[in-house]
């Protein structure tokens, strides 16, 4: 079995591709999907594939500072919420960098504005790479700054 990192229920993580960096996210092996907060969903093409263009807030404690972003648009999904309800959703496929460790992950675009974190970090995208310690915030996220 390979090593596994340790990481909090409360992440900071890097969407590079996105020019994101130092996220604050909930850690949630219940949400099978991850899913991040945007607003002004529209579709378009980059080069001939069809993509996304949307605005992410990255400073929770900031909410006019915006960032337009693109991706790929990689499939639409219809995702049952924690309230049960089910919704269709875009996602996309992109990297993420926490600590050391960069992987790529799908994310859900959708509203999470009455959330207090904007972004949910699900257990597809922890995959076999991470232990949660429920206790921890910022284990894997301070990892790097400590060494």
Known sequence: MKDRI?????????LPELE???????????????????????QIKIGKKPGLAFDIH?????????VRCKAL????????????VSEQ???????????????NIEIT??????????????REALGSNFYVDPAGVFIASDFEENN
């Not at 994101?20 to 529209?42: W, Y």
């Open 109 to 122: 675009l959708t509203d999470r504005s009455d959330m207090t974190y904007l972004m949910l970090l699900g």
């Open 73 to 84: 648009l990689h499939d639409i999904r219809k995702i049952k919420s924690s309230n049960g």
């Open 20 to 42: 994101i960096s130092q996220l604050a996210v909930r850690v949630d092996t219940g949400a099978q999907t991850s899913s991040l907060h945007v607003d002004n969903i529209q």
């Open 6 to 14: 340790i990481i909090g229920n409360l992440e900071n993580i890097d």
């Open 89 to 103: 959703r875009y996602v996309i496929k992109t990297g993420a960098k926490l600590g050391n460790f960069a992987w």
């Open 58 to 66: 990255p400073e929770i404690h900031n909410v006019e500072k915006v």
